[in-house]
């Protein structure tokens, strides 16, 4: 059993059962699944902006630092404001590996569900 909020949030990830989903949410999903939406390159009218934007942030941010010498990483998502409807996916570009970036977000999943939890009690 696990001994934290977080710890059962990561293993619930893990798992696949994070967030808890209705049965309609796991069925737009599965059609999502199907088009493979989410496992794409950058759409092309996003390609050249999303490169150019990552290119000056991270010159911005880590100047001529390069690979593990860079203090800082980023991820830069672009997704429709209405990507709750099924069908819609979310471009990202970052300067850290994916492994990490996975990581990164599932811990701040995490926090804005905490975060959540306690503004509702």
Not at 3 to 12: G, L, N, V, Y
Not at 33 to 40: A, Q, R, S, V
Not at 104 to 113: K, V
Request: aromatic share 6%.
């Amino acid at each position: 059993m696990p001994k934290s909020i977080m710890e059962q949030i990561a293993r619930d990830m893990r798992e696949g059962t994070f967030p808890r989903k209705s049965e309609a949410t796991l069925r737009e999903e599965k059609e999502m699944d199907d088009n493979k939406l989410g496992d794409e390159p950058i759409q092309a009218k996003y390609t050249a902006l999303m490169n150019a934007l990552a290119h000056q942030i991270d010159l911005v941010l880590n100047g001529k630092a390069q690979g593990d010498e860079r203090p800082n990483g980023f991820i830069l998502m672009v997704y429709p404001h209405n990507a709750a409807k099924p069908g819609h996916r979310c471009n990202y570009i970052s300067n850290s590996q994916r492994e990490d970036v996975i990581s990164l977000l599932e811990d701040q999943l995490a926090r804005f569900y905490k975060q959540r939890d306690k503004e509702a009690n």
